[in-house]
């Protein structure tokens, strides 16, 4: 074992593990909002645009969850490896969603502003559900190759162990870091021109046009760019491996403190801000967050505004 290595007190344990599950439990109450806004309303749920959007808030919420959990599973006692790869089978599923979701949503906005006499036809909620199943199937099918990889390259033993649950750890061969480095190039290539070609578009066919129609294809050129940067954050998540093995060689001593940050900064917090600078943005979307969880006393106040009599001026007595 490396002596460098050094494990958290009880304290630094409790502590680590409270404020995961504080940040957690706050983003999903947040997500949580805009879900429960959602099915609330008919019209959010008869928009493609909508139904992209709370897939990927509902994504980040199971994601958050899965991540959560393996971090008190780290503390509390190693999994057996079958509960163990269900887990990240799942965890890197989610994960490699949201780049692509991200994908979708771009798509959507330039065919909506680029192609506007076209959009009703293309843009449907069915078509919205098939782009979602098709984005599970291809973020499973690299989470399920490690698996096969595993039964092709380790004996059928290793099933029944107890595993530190980690998919580093776990899916540990040099197959699994070649499969793992051409799907996440391939997936962040195809998204990252998607986003940047849509917006390249969106950008080019703002010049010619002036007045409403202009301000809508601003509106629709900064959504892009705000997918832009909620890949960005996406790609966090996917660079930490290599922020960890750089800060733990020149800090070792604080190996777990490292992790700790990463996973915070990388996977918890960017799941925060991606729902909150796309959903509070909307304006249609807002208007029925405030209508929905207003407090009592709000509505009362607004109530009693409408109903109160106008006072009018007393005619002049000469």
């Not at 890197?92 to 006499?117: D, F, K, Q």
């Not at 162990?161 to 499969?179: D, G, I, Q, R």
Request: some cysteine; overall charge positive.
């Amino acid at each position: 074992m490396n002596s460098s290595r050094r494990f958290d007190s009880y304290n630094e344990a409790f502590t680590k593990n409270f404020i995961t599950f504080v940040l957690v439990f706050t983003i999903i109450c947040i997500n949580g909002a805009f879900v429960y806004t959602y099915f609330k309303s008919k019209d959010f749920q008869g928009n493609p645009r909508y139904v992209l959007y709370i897939h990927l808030v509902i994504n980040d919420m199971i994601m958050l969850t899965l991540s959560l959990g393996l971090v008190i599973a780290t503390y509390t006692g190693n999994p057996g490896f079958i509960p163990c790869w269900i887990m990240l089978v799942v965890l890197m599923t989610t994960n490699r969603n949201s780049p692509l979701n991200l994908a979708g949503m771009a798509l959507e906005r330039y065919i909506a502003v680029c192609l506007p006499l076209h959009h009703v036809q293309i843009c449907t909620v069915q078509r919205a559900h098939l782009l979602i199943a098709l984005i599970w199937l291809v973020s499973f099918i690299p989470a399920f190759s490690d698996i096969i990889i595993i039964l092709i390259t380790q004996p059928l033993s290793v099933f029944s162990k107890m595993v530190f649950c980690n998919a580093s750890l776990v899916f540990n061969t040099p197959y699994h870091e070649t499969l793992s480095l051409v799907v996440e190039v391939l997936m962040f290539s195809f998204v990252f021109l998607t986003v940047v070609g849509t917006y390249l578009n969106v950008l080019l066919a703002a010049r010619g046009v002036s007045g409403v129609s202009r301000a809508s294809m601003r509106n629709a050129r900064n959504t892009i760019l705000l997918h832009g940067v909620q890949l960005l954050l996406c790609l966090l998540s996917f660079i930490a491996p290599f922020i960890n093995l750089f800060l733990v060689t020149n800090w070792p001593h604080k190996r777990t403190d490292i992790f700790f940050s990463t996973f915070v900064f990388t996977n918890v917090l960017p799941r925060l801000l991606s729902p909150l600078i796309y959903g509070l943005r909307d304006k249609k979307f807002r208007g029925n967050i405030r209508k929905q969880f207003c407090f009592k006393g709000c509505r009362t106040v607004e109530e009693r505004m409408k109903v109160r009599p106008r006072r009018t001026s007393k005619p002049a007595i000469h």
